[in-house]
């Protein structure tokens, strides 16, 4: 089984009751019916913000690192309930085999997110004093790291992500523009009043998900998996 489903840019008639729903309540649901109907591995699309968005953040974050998702991101703190819920049936099911994928920032040619929407943007948002890099990974290798977790050659949890990072600066560079850095503080007004107007989709909770990024490295995705992005 892979359970994929997740809400992870909600529309402007979501509330955080339904994300919930379909985050969690949605992730129970499939992990019981598993085990009712006694399959014996599933495949769970994660994400690397369960480990949260804090300041403290390793330079580069291992599978063994803490799961800190944030209570004020909704997709954030849900996959990190997610994650406890997986360990939690890891110990009370062990026949029901787990491969949890936790997934960087995806591009590809059709991909829309909170991310991809920044880069779109004539000049990108940086925030002053805060240098925490974005890790990618293309849609195919996504695509491509879930047939090779379906081998169910080597369950566990994985980071899933490309090599190397790279800072928006970095970023800016290479698509030919320019930066638009702004003070913390400004830019928690800022996104304070564009949420309210219905000009944004971030929100002044969602300040930390755009300086603290966590930075994956997928080392076991290579050497234990078994897949090279």
């Not at 994929?4 to 729903?21: K, Q």
């Not at 649901?29 to 495949?43: D, E, K, M, R, S």
């Not at 004539?122 to 805060?130: D, E, Y």
């Not at 930066?179 to 009043?193: D, E, K, S």
Request: proline fraction near 4%; hydrophobic fraction near 40%; charge should be neutral.
């Amino acid at each position: 089984v892979v359970h994929l489903a997740s809400i992870v840019t909600p529309g402007r008639g979501s509330s955080r009751a339904f994300e919930y729903d379909v985050d969690v309540n949605g992730t129970r649901n499939v992990l019981q019916a598993c085990v009712a109907a006694g399959v014996q591995h599933i495949v769970v699309s994660s994400s690397g913000a369960a480990y949260g968005y804090w300041a403290d953040n390793p330079d580069w974050i291992v599978e063994t690192d803490a799961l800190r998702g944030n209570e004020v991101f909704a997709y954030s703190h849900h996959k990190r309930l997610v994650e406890v819920m997986l360990a939690e049936y890891r110990q009370t099911h062990p026949e029901l085999a787990q491969t949890v994928l936790r997934i960087g920032t995806i591009l590809g040619e059709r991909v829309d997110n909170q991310i991809t929407a920044l880069f779109e943007k004539p000049r990108l948002l940086a925030i002053q004093g805060s240098d925490s890099p974005f890790v990618f990974i293309w849609d195919e290798d996504v695509t491509g790291a879930i047939l090779r977790a379906l081998d169910g050659v080597a369950p566990g949890c994985y980071n899933l992500a490309g090599d190397g990072a790279l800072s928006i600066h970095e970023i800016a560079r290479r698509l030919g523009k320019r930066t638009r850095v702004l003070p913390a503080g400004l830019l928690r007004t800022a996104l304070a009043v564009g949420s309210k107007l219905g000009l944004t989709r971030y929100g002044p909770e969602q300040l930390d998900f755009l300086r603290y990024r966590p930075v994956l490295l997928n080392k076991a995705l290579k050497e234990k998996l078994g897949y090279v992005p």
